[in-house]
């Protein structure tokens, strides 16, 4: 390709980049953006076109690597991209992972651990934003496994350009755009870039629906139509969303903490806008990003008793359907005063901090701490939902239990909780 066409593309790749940013930051403005940056081309094409919009319009760009410390040369790729952010001026930090036990999902557990980790810099950091260099072709991969799981409308709607999780907005500005496109923008820069070996390891998912995808391009089931039909989902998955918030508001209300829905009307509902309901409100309640998968969702629908899913016990009763968090998944879980518990509830004293407050902790009330709560007949919530309540400890002291004493002088709040504009 000649230089000047070389150029010529350049220019409309930066500028699609910065088209790309601007209606994915419309919704709020972006000062501070975060880089995440593995070496690869994906990333490393992501890092010089955030770095020429960032220089146009004034933003502070800062970038960061996830060293996994799976591979020898892991180190050296995350020095290859230190030496190319000083290059450009930009601020650059290695974050290490250490947690890899050999047991579960590798990829699944790398993809978590780099989430954590992202999320954490970007707080540290202040940053109102991290770009992730997720590809059109990424986008194609993602939809191609979804649909060999059996996903519905839900899972084939593929990446968001933007959401968020973990703490952190994630931005992905190349969804439309290709792999090869990256790299010849990057050839065009004389920007090196490092493959990483596991891109060939066919004992990954991804790199089975990355084969799979070449073969299926001659059909015309391409990376760029697979990517637009993960797309008109998308837009399919927003108009039934709008819907179930629109039903949420009228048979959902918010018992301290639980969700508890109209059994009646929660049945007569269409199945996906119930699965849709039950899914927001078993997110909400364990924190967890992830939906449950569909048949989980159906059985727990049907229950005509109890059941669990997603760290949450769902309890039918005659005229209304009540979801909780389940005792076991908090059991364990401790936070000291002042932060935030089970990713959930804000406890704070009524007037004064009492002293040595400090040497208290919260964690779940438990069936220990319910049997000093009494009398029982006083109480708000049953008792599956006090046991699995934020409560004030002392060592092994109950101090305050605020749901179910709630003149013991602290309170109870709820934090990250949905929809928050459409519950009474």
């Known amino acids: 390709m000649p230089l000047i066409a070389r150029d010529t593309a350049t220019c409309a790749l930066q500028a699609d980049f910065s088209a790309q940013m601007h209606a994915i930051c419309a919704q709020a403005p972006i000062l501070r953006l975060g880089v995440a940056v593995s070496g690869g081309g994906d990333s490393m094409a992501l890092l010089r076109l ?45 974050l290490e992972w250490h947690g890899w036990d050999g047991r579960g999902n590798l990829q699944d557990n790398a993809r978590l651990a780099r989430k954590h980790l992202l999320s954490h810099w970007a707080r540290t950091h202040a940053l109102d934003a991290v770009a992730l260099g997720h590809t059109r072709d990424d986008q194609a991969e993602t939809f191609l496994m979804r649909l060999a799981r059996g996903s519905g409308v839900e899972g084939l709607s593929g990446m968001a350009p933007r959401d968020a999780s973990y703490g952190a907005l994630w931005l992905r500005p ?31 998912d991804r790199i089975k629906a990355r084969t799979t995808l070449a073969h299926l391009a001659s059909l015309g089931l391409d990376a760029q139509h697979l990517a637009q039909t993960a797309q008109r989902m998308r837009a399919a998955r927003d108009s039934l969303e709008f819907l179930a918030d629109a039903q949420a508001a009228q048979i959902l209300t918010l018992d301290h903490g639980d969700f508890v829905f109209d059994a009646g009307e929660l049945d007569a509902l269409p199945l996906d806008t119930r699965t849709r309901l039950l899914a927001h409100a078993l997110q909400s309640i364990s924190a967890n990003p992830y939906r449950p998968r569909l048949e989980a969702l159906h059985a727990a629908l049907n229950t005509q008793t109890r059941a669990t899913l997603h760290g949450c016990l769902l309890t039918r009763g005659k005229t209304h359907i009540r979801i909780t968090r389940e005792y076991n998944a908090v059991a364990q879980t401790r936070s000291p005063i002042g932060t935030i518990w089970d990713n959930r509830w804000h406890v704070s004293p009524i007037g004064a901090r009492p002293d040595h407050a400090q040497d208290f902790h919260i964690a779940a009330l438990g069936p220990e701490g319910a049997n000093q709560c009494r009398p029982r007949d006083t109480w708000h919530l049953p008792y599956a939902s006090l046991i699995a309540s934020p409560a004030i400890w002392h060592e092994t002291t109950l101090i305050a239990a605020p749901l179910a004493m709630p003149d013991c002088g602290w309170q109870a709040e709820t934090h990250h909780i949905w929809p928050k504009s459409r519950i009474s």
């Open 50 to 94: 955030a770095q020429n919009w960032a220089q146009q319009h004034g933003k502070t760009l800062m970038v960061a690597t996830v060293d996994h410390r799976l591979r020898a040369g892991s180190g050296a790729e995350a020095a290859m991209v230190a030496r190319c952010a000083a290059r450009l001026g930009l601020p650059h930090e290695t």
């Open 174 to 204: 190349l969804l439309g755009t290709g792999r090869a496109e990256l790299r010849e923008y990057l050839r065009a820069l004389a920007q090196d870039w490092v493959d990483d070996p596991s891109n060939l390891d066919p004992r990954f």
